[in-house]
C-alpha cells in the first residue's frame, strides 16, 4: 500500500511492509464417526477445513425430544473434535448428540449426523451394567414344622443370611464378603475394588484395596474401632459401569468396671472404678452412668464423667441393707453426639452386703 496526495504525487517505493490476505469463505466439514464397541462412551467427530483448518468446537447431548442440550468437556484432537459421555450420572433413555466446530476464519458448521448419514442417537448407558453386593455373612439354624402322616415334625436346616448392618464389638473382627457381577450374574475378574471409611467424626478416606477373583468375589476384614460405614466402590472400566455397595459396622462404647472391696458391712462405702477404652473420648470427658440390678430391672444411681485419659472414680456408702444382700451393678456408656460410638454396658459385678438382721 503507497499513498498519494491532493496534487496527484506518488511513489510506489515508499509503499508499506506486504502484507499476506487469507480468505476462506467455506465453512468445515464435521461429522461423527460410529461409537467405538471397545469404549463406548468415547465420542469423536471428524473436522474437515481445507483452507484455514479447525480451530475449536463442541460437542453437545441432549435426552431425545427435550430440545434441550448439555455440553460436554470437549477437545481438539489432531483433526477431530473428542468428548466423553458419562453414562453412570445421566438417566437412562434414547439422546441425540451434536457438534459444532469453527476454523480460524469462524466460519462454523454442527451435525447431528455421523459419518454414514446415519443420525447420532445413542442409547444409554452405553456401558454394562454392574453389580457389586457386599455384606457380613452369618450361619443360622432354621426350623421348620411340618406336617407327614398326620404327624408334626420339625426340621432344621442351615442357612446363610447376610447382614448389611451388624453390631461389632470393640476390638473383634468380622469378615466382610462381596461380589462383582455383570447383568447377568457373571463375576467380573480381577476387578480393582477400593474400601472407604466414613464416620461421625471423620470424612470419607481410603482405607483399603482388593482384587475380585475368577469369580468376582472379595474378602475385607473389619475391626471393630469405631462405629463407621464402609463403602465399596468399583469405579468401572472403559465398557463396564461403576458399582458401590455399604456396610455399617455399630461399635458400643466399652468400659471396664472393678470396685475395691466385695464384701461390705452395711454403712460401709466402696469405690467404683474403671477405664473407658472406646477412645478417644469426648472434650470434657465421657458420660458413664453406674446401675444396680434391683427386681430384674437396672436403675442408674451415679452419673459421673471420666478424665480426658478415661478413667472414672464413683465412691459409693451402702445405708439401707437388712440382712445379706447380693448387689449386681454394672456401667452403661450411653450414646453422645460427637462420639463415634453406640450405647454400651459393661460386664457387670457382685457385691455382698450384710446389714442388721
Known amino acids: 500500500m503507497w499513498r498519494h496526495d491532493a496534487a496527484g504525487n506518488t511513489d510506489p517505493d ?44 463442541s460437542i453437545e447431548i441432549s435426552p431425545a425430544g427435550s430440545g434441550t442440550w448439555q455440553a ?5 484432537d489432531g483433526g ?3 468428548a466423553r459421555i458419562d453414562d453412570a450420572t445421566l438417566p437412562a433413555g434414547s439422546y441425540q448428540v451434536r457438534a459444532t466446530a469453527h476454523d480460524q476464519a469462524h466460519n462454523e458448521a454442527s451435525t447431528t449426523q455421523r459419518s454414514d448419514g446415519q443420525p447420532m442417537t445413542l442409547t444409554l448407558p452405553l456401558r454394562i451394567a454392574t453389580t457389586l453386593g457386599a455384606g457380613i455373612p452369618r450361619e443360622r439354624i432354621e426350623r421348620t414344622t411340618v406336617r407327614r402322616h398326620g404327624k408334626r415334625r420339625v ?11 451388624i453390631a461389632l464389638a470393640l476390638g473383634r473382627r468380622a469378615q466382610i464378603a462381596g461380589q462383582l457381577t455383570n447383568r447377568d450374574g457373571q463375576g467380573l475378574a480381577g476387578a480393582d475394588v477400593q ?22 468375589r472379595f474378602t475385607y476384614t473389619a475391626s471393630g474401632t469405631t462405629s463407621r460405614t464402609l463403602r465399596f466402590t468399583y469405579a468401572g472400566s472403559a465398557v463396564t459401569l461403576p458399582a458401590q455397595s455399604s456396610v455399617r459396622l455399630v461399635t458400643p462404647a466399652a468400659s471396664s468396671l472393678r470396685v475395691n472391696r466385695s464384701r461390705v458391712l452395711n454403712g460401709q462405702s466402696v469405690t467404683f ?23 430384674g430391672r437396672w436403675q442408674t444411681f451415679r452419673t459421673v ?17 437388712r440382712g445379706i444382700q447380693w448387689y449386681r451393678f454394672r456401667v452403661e456408656l450411653p450414646r453422645e453426639a460427637g462420639y463415634p460410638f453406640a450405647a454400651g454396658t459393661s460386664k457387670s459385678i457382685r457385691v455382698r452386703v450384710r446389714g442388721r438382721a
Open 72 to 76: 460436554l468437556k470437549t477437545t481438539t
Open 80 to 82: 477431530r473434535l473428542v
Open 155 to 165: 426340621t432344621q436346616r442351615r442357612v446363610t443370611r447376610v447382614f448389611h448392618s
Open 195 to 216: 474400601v472407604l471409611e466414613s464416620s461421625e467424626t471423620t470424612p470419607e478416606h481410603l482405607i483399603g484395596d482388593v482384587t475380585t477373583d475368577p469369580a468376582g
Open 273 to 295: 472404678g474403671g477405664h473407658v477404652a472406646s477412645v478417644p473420648v469426648p472434650a470434657g470427658g465421657k458420660l458413664v452412668q453406674l446401675e444396680v440390678q434391683l427386681a
Open 14 to 57: 515508499a509503499a508499506s511492509v506486504p502484507v499476506t490476505l487469507r480468505y476462506d469463505p467455506e465453512p468445515p466439514q464435521v461429522s461423527f464417526n460410529p461409537p467405538d464397541a471397545s469404549d463406548p462412551t468415547l465420542i469423536t467427530a471428524p473436522v474437515v477445513d481445507k483452507i484455514s483448518g479447525l480451530a475449536d468446537g
Open 305 to 321: 464423667r471420666t478424665d480426658q485419659a478415661g478413667n472414672w472414680s464413683v465412691p459409693y456408702k451402702f445405708a439401707r441393707t
